[in-house]
């Protein structure tokens, strides 16, 4: 039987980073990660290999490379049943591996609508982070002129945009009022529709799918308005669900998302277990309430914790709830979220303001490539604490939601905000007089003095 002082299951971004944080810390422990794919794909990649990159070659994550260079053991194989009393887990090849901690890194996987009849048919697909499949996907999509897209969130967007890219004809069916709406308010939502609709994809917004129609193959999609739209394929784009099963088969518990549950260390309730990443617990940075987003970079975070946690706990090093940090790009333009929008904070009873305002991200902004940039701040009306923020413009939103999500994190006020210190440039950043983020806390502000003088 093998042996190992620290078990890492999956080595997708979460397991990577927990197998290389805990040899950062405790360079004298054996770490062993085991995963049943050749290959690793970068997963917020994958909408990129259908045109923008050469297929899923070009989207592998350097992750063996990264445990050859630290000293970290790989397996490929899988994990079938844990024995927690004797803290070993059982592979499918029927070989045992022993363990002193053990880190759960199983990821997610495509939710498939169990009431939709037809996806079982040929040319219906999912967006899994399985290289083989994809590639055969790919393959298939390519021979296909007309393809329907089912959920609008980010994959289901991300991959309409790529596949117009390539001359096709995209419908892009969305059930709520507005694309990305679970991320976005409604005027965000707005600008990214005006911009699929420019690129003549054709977005049905507010109506469901009631079933996919052909006999063998798909051939045409019903929607729940009788329309029916002709089609060579299908991908569905409905969301991902937690996979926990191995963890719920070990005895350890399950919320009611069907994640692992996992306190601020990311410890199971067995001291010895960690789960990190899609399949553990998440809480809302703000609202407190479980939370099912599920972000490589919110389970990078939650690696990080896990790792340094291992053999001895840092009570200054805990996972305290996921921001939400979103970034997308939509043809030219990058739209970017953290924390809790407008319609979230009113929803869950905040008393909030909001701080708007557009300028350019360059300066002046007659340069060359100099975009509009748009940034709105939620903010508590009492306290002025941030609470969200939403960015629309060039390719440096992808970094001012970043920091966005800093000012969240540490609690900033809007007073606080305004008194940081920002480098500009020209050709970088928007003037330091004008500075859209700075700007729109600005307008926050004006608006809590009004409220102030009002009360009083």
């Not at 803290?87 to 890194?105: P, Q, W």
């Not at 309409?160 to 069916?173: H, M, R």
């Amino acid at each position: 039987m093998k042996s190992t002082d620290v078990l890492v299951i999956g080595s997708s971004a979460a397991g990577v980073v927990a197998a290389m944080a805990g040899k950062r810390v405790y360079p004298e422990k054996k770490i062993t990660v085991i995963r049943k794919e050749e290959k690793t794909l970068v997963p917020c990649g994958i909408p990129y290999t259908f045109n923008s990159i050469d297929g899923t070659d070009e989207n592998i994550l350097p992750s063996d490379k990264m445990f050859d260079n630290a000293d970290i053991e790989l397996i490929i194989g899988e994990v079938v049943s844990i024995e927690r009393n004797n803290k070993t887990c059982m592979l499918k090849d029927g070989n045992e591996i022993s363990y002193n901690k053990l880190v759960l890194a199983t990821g997610s996987t495509p939710t498939i609508p169990k009431w939709l009849n037809g996806t079982n048919l040929k040319n219906v697909f999912s967006v899994p982070k399985d290289k083989g499949y994809l590639d055969e996907m790919n393959k298939r999509l390519t021979k296909c002129k007309k393809i329907v897209v089912i959920g609008a969130g980010f994959i289901g967007v991300e991959l309409s945009d790529e596949l117009s890219k390539s001359g096709k004809e995209i419908v892009l069916i969305e059930k709520l009022p507005h694309i990305l709406e679970m991320a976005f308010d409604k005027e965000i939502s707005l600008k990214a529709e005006e911009i699929l609709k420019e690129k003549e994809i054709k977005v049905k917004l507010g109506i469901g799918v009631k079933e996919l129609l052909g006999e063998k193959k798909v051939n045409s999609v019903l929607l729940d308005n009788g329309e029916i739209i002709e089609t060579d394929a299908v991908v569905l784009s409905v969301g991902y669900h937690s996979n926990s099963k191995l963890a719920e088969k070990a005895g350890l518990s399950i919320n009611k998302q069907g994640c692992i549950r996992v306190d601020e260390y990311m410890r199971t309730e067995d001291p010895n277990i960690f789960a990190v990443g899609d399949c553990a617990e998440k809480r809302d940075f703000i609202t407190r309430k479980p939370s099912c987003v599920m972000l490589a970079s919110s389970a990078c975070a939650e690696a990080r914790i896990a790792g340094v946690n291992l053999f001895k706990l840092c009570a200054i090093k805990t996972f305290s709830g996921t921001i939400s940090i979103f970034s997308t790009v939509i043809g030219e333009t990058a739209f970017g979220v953290a924390g809790i929008t407008e319609t979230q904070a009113i929803t869950e009873g905040f008393d909030i303001i909001t701080g708007i305002f557009e300028g350019m991200d360059k300066h002046p902004a007659t340069l060359p490539g100099a975009k509009k940039q748009l940034v709105k701040l939620i903010v508590g009306k009492e306290s002025g604490v941030i609470l969200g923020g939403e960015v629309v413009g060039g390719y440096s939103v992808g970094e001012l939601i970043n920091t966005i999500g800093i000012i969240i994190q540490n609690r900033m006020n809007i007073n606080s905000l305004l008194t940081i210190q920002v480098g500009t440039h020209p050709l970088l950043t928007a003037s330091p007089a004008g500075y859209p983020l700075l700007k729109a806390a600005g307008n926050a502000a004006i608006q809590i003095m009004f409220n102030s003088k009002i009360a009083d």
